[in-house]
């Protein structure tokens, strides 16, 4: 069978003697004229008037910001602008009067080829385009703080703009329910503090922040109140599928918007399972999502959904930019066990930028055994026990030793496109309504 892993792929060989579940999201109609698709919803969107009525509004006009993910992303943010900034032109907005303001998060700035790939050699060479950098507080403006007392830093090119549009793409997220909407301020363009202060180990470790949980997670009502403050005038977001092509738009409010497109995968996302399984083989869904050790921490996440306690998780990521951040690196080498690291991030003894990701890692580690077969070397996985694998059939064949020959395996070859979630758990998916 065929595994997303990196660029092309990963062949696995299945024996016919194991117990195996492949879970595959059903086959989803892509649009076929997507342009035209985004220009048409544009024209209609939710709870907003059309973005013409909105720019004519505007009678002194100097700048309208438009928001795109980053590289780390596989949404085809070109066909998205291709359709939003032909609209725009024609409502008499020149380029020289549009920022493409890319939402790096905490993730390093863009690549040259990245930014070719994300945007198109045509519009990257057209307008200004600028990577928000979360931790150059001179390119931010302080607006307060949220309610629950989070710092609101937020991009001057995006503040200062007549008008704000955001980009992006909604799928299920490890601890903010869903990505998209909301998510494209917080983290996409706030300033480090903020990013800290929405991250911080308290809401992570809230049970409500979970993979396809919404109303009642914290981290989505703290993003939300920031993107409300900080002005939304627009968005265009989609669904895409396993090839990464757009299955859904909606373009208007940002609420309506989101809430519409967290419906959609509310139907598509999710298969319920009656027990867990003993071993779960799952990934990030490949290129550019499994880059580095760093955001296949996710694919682990997808792993604890499915898995039972003492289980084993195999998670499959290319990594060819290695381990990811220096931070994220350190963190692996501290020598103690997860417990005590999990502890020492909720005592804030541990307080670094990437706290994040350790902390979801050793909750799972505490959990299951995790190992990971990629392009690494086995050293590079640390001392806190992370397990190295040569390959998905050598440790499946390992982990049966563990729980016996006729123990259950559930396959995840997709990424967050198909997630187990146990018949028990499925009230906890929070409608929008």
């Known amino acids: 069978m065929k595994f997303d892993y990196g660029k092309i792929g990963l062949e696995i060989s299945l024996d016919p003697s194991w117990n195996v579940t492949i879970f595959r999201p059903e086959k989803q109609n892509i649009i076929e004229n997507p342009i035209n698709a985004v220009r048409n919803a544009i024209k209609k969107p939710l709870g907003t008037p059309p973005l013409k009525q909105i720019i004519y509004q505007k009678s002194d006009l100097d700048k309208i910001c438009i928001v795109v993910s980053d590289s780390t992303r596989p949404i085809p943010s070109y066909i998205i602008l291709e ?14 009067q549009i920022c493409i303001l890319v939402a790096t998060g905490l993730h390093r700035t863009s690549k040259n080829d990245e930014l070719e790939r994300m945007l198109g050699n045509e519009l990257k060479n057209r307008l200004e385009v600028i990577d928000h950098v979360a931790t150059d507080k001179e390119s931010q403006i302080y607006i307060g703080k949220s309610s629950n007392g989070v710092p609101i830093y937020n991009n001057k090119n995006y503040y200062n703009s007549d008008i704000k549009i955001l980009t992006g793409y909604v799928e299920p997220h490890l601890f903010a329910g869903f990505s998209g909407g909301r998510k494209s301020i917080v983290p996409g363009i706030v300033g480090q ?40 005038d ?41 027990e867990p399984f003993d071993i779960v083989v799952c990934g990030n869904g490949g290129y550019p ?15 604890e959904m499915g898995v039972k306690k003492k289980g084993t998780i195999i998670a499959v990521n290319e990594c060819i930019d290695g381990i990811g951040k220096d931070t994220f690196r350190d963190l692996l080498n501290l020598g103690i066990k997860p417990k005590e690291i999990y502890e020492k991030v909720m005592n804030k003894e541990i307080e670094v930028l990437d706290k994040w990701g350790i902390q979801v890692l050793t909750r799972v580690m505490m959990k299951a055994d995790i190992y990971v077969v990629s392009e690494l070397k086995e050293k ?20 049966l030793k563990k729980h016996g020959k006729d123990a259950k395996i559930l396959i995840l070859p997709n990424g967050p496109q198909l997630l187990p979630l146990l018949k028990k758990k499925k009230s906890s998916l929070n409608l929008v309504n």
């Open 83 to 96: 359709g939003l900034i032909k609209d725009i032109n024609e409502y008499g907005v020149e380029d020289e």
């Open 193 to 232: 503090e903020t990013i800290l202060g929405n991250h911080s180990a308290e809401m992570i470790d809230s049970p409500y922040a979970r993979f396809g949980i919404y109303k009642k997670n914290p981290l989505h009502k703290n993003m939300l109140e920031i993107a409300k403050k900080v002005g939304v």
């Open 234 to 274: 627009f968005i265009v977001n989609v669904c895409i599928n396993v090839q990464h092509k757009i299955t859904k738009i909606a373009a208007g409010d940002l609420e309506r918007v989101h809430e519409q497109l967290v419906d959609y995968q509310l139907e598509h996302a999710f298969k319920e399972i009656s």
């Open 289 to 303: 999502l499994d880059l580095d050790l760093y955001l296949a921490v996710k694919s682990m996440l997808i792993g």
């Open 380 to 399: 590079e996985f640390g001392n806190v026990g992370l397990k190295y694998a040569s390959s998905v059939e050598n440790t499946i064949n390992l982990a």
